[in-house]
């Protein structure tokens, strides 16, 4: 079937720190990838997405690359800051449904 | 766009009574989504809607779950003699017809349920 893994969390790093979640999915076909943000009190939220294989999403400095070979969509950002803690979710989509990971949380300190 | 929303954002109720809750999707989008997100773990598929037409429905909606848009504008879900397993964050979500046929799902503020 489809599935998302996520690594486990909580990720704690320092402020300026480089940030890397780990994504891999399970699927027919190729699906789009997304990555979801969800901050303390609100809903979900899109942070970035990629279509086909080698496509890279981007948005407000966080990255990931869809790599067809390894199943990976991994989630990167150079310099972390208090206010990107959040949970952030990995998902595909599948039909008209999105399939989604646990959830990372992910905690920045100043 | 003024976004998706949800009402109530909370609801306390006792075991065995019924709950509503309501979605407006952003206006113009004919998909609408529900997913349920118990605590730790990511939100789950429900039931979707094409406009006014339930086109699909998860094994997680048991009898006691229904959904409806009647006008293909807002939705209501409404939980039936509620459990304490019921007890979640219940996500609306709003897209568009794509023409790559993958739209992009906007999420709404949830509705966090407490059975007790």
């Known amino acids: 079937g489809n599935s998302v893994t996520q690594m486990e969390g909580p990720v704690t790093l320092s402020e300026e720190a480089f940030l890397t979640i780990n994504c891999t999915y399970t699927a027919t076909g190729y699906p789009s990838l997304f990555w979801y943000v969800q901050y303390p009190g609100e809903g979900l939220q899109l942070l970035l997405k990629a279509t086909k294989a080698d496509d890279k999403g981007s948005n407000k400095g966080f990255e990931a690359t869809y790599r067809k070979e390894t199943t990976s969509f991994h989630l990167e950002k150079g310099s972390v800051q208090v206010s990107d803690s959040a949970v952030y979710f990995c998902?595909?989509?599948?039909?008209?449904?999105?399939?989604f990971g646990a959830g990372t949380i992910l905690r920045v300190k100043s | 766009d003024t976004g998706v929303s949800q009402d109530p954002r909370h609801k306390i109720t006792k075991r065995g009574q019924n709950v509503t809750f309501r979605c407006d999707p952003i206006?113009?989008?004919?998909?609408l989504y529900w997913y349920r997100q118990t605590l730790g773990q990511g939100p789950e598929f429900l039931t979707y809607f094409q406009n006014e037409a339930q086109l699909e429905k998860s094994r997680l909606l048991s009898d006691r779950f229904s959904a409806e848009r009647p006008k293909g504008s807002f939705s209501t879900l409404e939980i039936q003699r509620t459990e304490q397993g019921d007890s979640a964050m219940y996500l609306c979500?709003?897209?568009?017809?794509?023409?790559?046929?993958?739209?992009?799902?906007?999420f709404g503020p949830g509705t966090r349920l407490t059975v007790l």
């Open positions: 998902a595909l989509i599948h039909g008209n449904k999105l399939v």
């Open positions: 979500a709003s897209s568009r017809p794509w023409a790559g046929g993958q739209d992009t799902q906007y």
């Open positions: 206006s113009e989008h004919n998909r």
